[in-house]
């Protein structure tokens, strides 16, 4: 009897220690008072450079599609007639876009692709420009202007994503997928240096009483 009352006693204890551990542990909130220093959440680009950064970084046809949303004349650009088998990355911030696999001949002078790398790597938001209601495609990373998609796609989805050839630099796939290992093996390395081994001993030594659980806690403490 005096055991289930020991017992009832500690789980009591128990849970007014979780209930005080919870109310105090508590973070402040994040203090954000910089727009700059907003949370990550935050659906924005995530790589912002100044217009001057883009204007040294990119030529000027880059600067101009990706930048002030324009497009490149047709069958002018590097990649219309290109056929490499590799990857598509963005020209402002290398994000792979479009894979080689999903490119096809749209007869518009423009490369042509029937669906991003990933649905996650671009967004789309209506363009009333030039008297027409299209979908823009830009760069989930840096809000690059790309291109439009079209619902005159061929299949499996039915997609044109026509983007502009200046917003796209290409990358061969063997090139491609010797980053992508190297990446993975080093993301996979533990950061720090290895603990040292508490099961090797000095070498001779008798193995010394192993510790055991610890005794039990004397009763009414
Ligand atoms: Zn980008």
Redesign the pocket.
Known sequence: MRNRILANGAAVLAIAALASAGAGGDEPAAKTSRGRSAAPQSRGPS?VKTDAEWRQQLSEIEYYVTRRKGTERAFTGRYWDHHGDGIYR?V????P?FDSRTKFESGTGWPSFFAPLERSVVRTQTDRSNFMVRTEVL?R????HLGHVFRDGPRPTGLRYCMNSAALIFQSRAEYEAEQAARSILETEPETEPAPDPSKGEPGTDEGPTPGPEEEPAPGR
Do not use: K
């Not at 402002?92 to 994000?95: D, H, L």
């Not at 990373?141 to 690059?144: F, G, H, L, P, Q």
């Open positions: 790589v963005c402002c911030c290398a994000t876009l760069c990373t840096c809000d690059a």
